[in-house]
C-alpha cells in the first residue's frame, strides 16, 4: 500500500474516533445539564407536540432566522440545504449496494454544489461588509467559512473539471468501513479534499459547529410552555428545598 | 435633564454603526464596603478573586443548561447585533449581545474547554 494511502487511512480511524466520542461527550454533557427555568421563547407551544412541530420548523425552515434577518436567513438556508444534498449524495462512497434513492440523489447533490459555495461566499461577504458583523467575527469564524468554501471548491473541481478514478475512492471507504484498507487513488486534489473533510471532523466537537445538536438541547426551543400546570423543578433544586 | 439626542422614530429602523469606546467613560458603581458585608459580600475585593470567579462559572455551567449550550452554539450569526436596544441607544459595540456574550466566552474557552 502507498505510504499516503496508510496514513490517510490511519487520519480518518482518528477523526471518526474524535468525531464519534467528542459529540457522544458533548451530548451527554448537554443531556445531564439540568434546565431549571421554564424559559421558551414566547409565542411558546403549549403541548409537546407543538414542540415538536416549532423544532420541525426551527430545524427545517430556519424560521425565527427568517423573521430575524433576511440576508442571513437566505445564504444559510441555501448554504444547508445544498449541504444536505452534497452529503445524502456522499453516501454512495459508503455503501456497496446503494439505496435506491442515492441514485436519484445524484445530480441534485451534484448542482448543490453551486448552492453551497455561494450560500458560504455570501456568509462570508457579509462578514467583511457589514460593519456590526466584522466586529463581532473572530478569526475563528472566517476560518470555518474558508475550511468550508475549500472543501466545496475542491470536490466540485472533481466532479466538474478533472475526474478522479471515484472506484477507487469507494474501494478505500468500504475497506476503511470493513478495516481492509485500500489505496487511494494518486491525485493531488482529493487529497487535498479529503484532509480538509478529516479536519472538518476533528475540529467539529470543539468548534462552534456544535450548534447542530446544541439547537435540540436549547431551553428557549425545547421546552413546553406550561409552567402553570406543572410544576417545573430542577433536581438540584428540589436538594435546596429540602 | 440631560442632554439626549433621540432619532425619530421609523416603520424600519435605521441601524446605527458601531462606535468603539463609547461607553468607556461609565463604570459600576461600586457599594460601600460596610453595605457589602451586610449583604454577605466580601468588603473587598479578595486576592483569589480569579479563582472563585472561575470556581462560580463552573458551577453555573453545571447547573443551567441555557449557559452550556449557547456559550457552545453561538455561531456568530449577527442577526441578534441590531437587535438589542442598549446597542441601538449606545452604538457601543460591546452591547450587541454576541460581543457581549464573547466577553465571557473568552473566559469561557480559556478554562473550560480543550481548546483553550
Redesign the interface.
Known amino acids: 500500500m502507498s505510504f499516503v494511502s496508510v496514513l490517510y487511512t490511519a487520519l480518518f480511524y482518528v477523526a471518526t474516533a474524535i468525531l464519534v466520542f467528542g459529540l457522544a461527550a458533548?451530548i451527554t454533557?448537554?443531556a445531564r445539564?439540568?434546565?431549571?427555568?421554564k424559559?421558551p421563547t414566547t409565542p411558546a407551544p403549549v403541548t409537546m407536540p407543538g414542540v415538536v412541530w416549532r423544532m420541525f420548523r426551527e430545524v427545517v425552515f430556519f424560521h425565527s432566522?427568517f423573521r430575524?434577518?433576511k440576508w442571513?436567513w437566505l445564504f444559510?438556508w441555501i448554504f444547508h440545504f445544498s449541504l444536505l444534498l452534497v452529503l445524502l449524495r456522499h453516501i454512495r462512497y459508503f455503501q456497496e449496494y446503494t439505496w435506491f434513492w442515492v441514485n436519484l440523489v445524484q445530480p441534485f447533490g451534484k448542482y448543490a454544489s453551486f448552492g453551497m459555495v455561494i450560500g458560504l461566499a455570501g456568509?462570508w461577504g457579509?462578514r467583511f461588509l457589514?460593519?456590526?458583523?466584522r466586529?463581532?467575527?473572530?478569526p475563528s469564524?472566517h476560518l470555518m467559512l474558508a475550511l468550508l468554501i475549500a472543501i466545496g471548491i475542491s470536490g466540485m473541481s472533481m466532479t466538474f473539471v478533472s475526474h478522479t478514478d471515484i472506484v477507487l475512492v469507494k474501494a478505500f471507504f468500504l475497506g476503511l468501513l470493513r478495516f481492509s484498507p485500500t489505496n487511494l487513488p494518486d491525485r493531488p486534489i482529493l487529497y487535498v479534499h479529503l484532509l480538509l473533510v478529516a479536519s472538518l471532523m476533528i475540529i467539529f466537537p470543539?468548534?462552534?459547529l456544535?450548534?447542530a445538536p446544541?439547537?435540540f438541547?436549547?431551553?428557549?426551543r425545547n421546552q413546553v410552555d406550561n409552567p402553570r400546570e406543572k410544576r417545573h423543578v430542577?433536581d438540584?433544586e428540589a436538594q435546596l428545598d429540602k | 435633564m440631560a442632554d439626549f439626542e433621540v432619532p425619530k422614530f421609523r416603520e424600519i429602523p435605521i441601524?446605527p454603526?458601531?462606535k468603539e469606546g463609547v461607553m468607556a467613560h461609565s463604570a459600576p458603581y461600586v457599594a460601600k464596603a460596610e453595605f457589602q458585608q451586610a449583604l454577605g459580600f466580601p468588603g473587598e475585593l479578595s486576592d483569589d478573586w480569579k479563582e472563585r470567579a472561575l470556581d462560580k462559572m463552573g458551577d453555573l455551567?453545571?447547573?443551567?443548561?441555557?449557559f452550556?449550550?449557547?456559550l457552545?452554539?453561538?455561531?456568530?450569526?449577527?442577526?441578534?447585533?441590531?437587535?438589542c436596544h442598549y446597542y441601538l441607544g449606545t452604538t457601543d459595540?460591546k452591547n450587541?449581545p454576541?460581543?457581549r456574550q464573547?466577553l465571557l466566552r473568552k473566559v469561557y474557552r480559556r478554562y473550560f474547554?480543550?481548546?483553550g
Not at chain 1, 445539564?33 to 427555568?37: G, H
Open positions: 458533548r454533557k448537554y445539564t439540568p434546565a431549571p427555568l424559559i432566522l430575524s434577518n442571513t444559510g456568509l457579509r457589514v460593519d456590526r458583523v466586529y463581532i467575527s473572530a469564524d470543539i468548534s462552534k456544535l450548534h446544541g439547537v438541547f436549547s431551553p428557549t430542577a438540584w | 441601524i454603526k458601531l455551567l453545571g447547573k443551567y443548561r441555557s452550556q449550550v449557547y457552545d452554539a453561538c455561531v456568530k450569526c449577527g442577526a441578534c447585533t441590531d437587535k459595540a450587541m454576541v460581543a464573547d474547554t480543550f481548546a
